[in-house]
């Protein structure tokens, strides 16, 4: 069983800064791609960022050059710096990574259990 366990949400002030991170534990054979994505109250779950196993990215519009995504292959993690925070940015954030168990089956997603980020006028 693969599990993704977030951490790093919190509360924070706007302008402020937040690093989320995401590690998948579990019976793994290799992870495609990474992302995070979130969910505002009465809002669908948007793309934040994603990134390859390669490392080539890619960002919302609404967070180019203030989110950073960057991943660690030999750790099996994924985190996002959050930078110059908006009260905009105030959602559930969720890791996400779609994974094989092993070499001839196909890729399917897991989903963390999302992690609180509260930004503050």
């Known amino acids: 069983q693969v599990q993704l366990v977030e951490s790093g949400g919190g509360l924070v002030q706007a302008g402020g800064s937040l690093r989320l991170s995401c590690a998948a534990s579990g019976s793994i054979y290799s992870i495609n791609a990474m992302g995070w994505y979130r969910q505002a109250p009465g809002k669908q779950r948007e793309l934040v960022a994603a990134?390859?196993?390669?490392?080539?990215?890619n960002y919302a519009d609404s967070v180019k050059g203030r989110f950073t995504i960057s991943r660690d292959n030999a750790k099996n993690t994924v985190s996002l710096q959050m930078n110059s925070l908006k009260p905009e940015d105030t959602a559930v954030y969720y890791c996400n990574a779609n994974i094989r168990l092993n070499g001839w089956g196909p890729p399917y997603d897991v989903w963390g259990q999302g992690t609180q980020v509260t930004v503050s006028s």
């Open positions: 990134i390859t196993s390669t490392s080539s990215t």
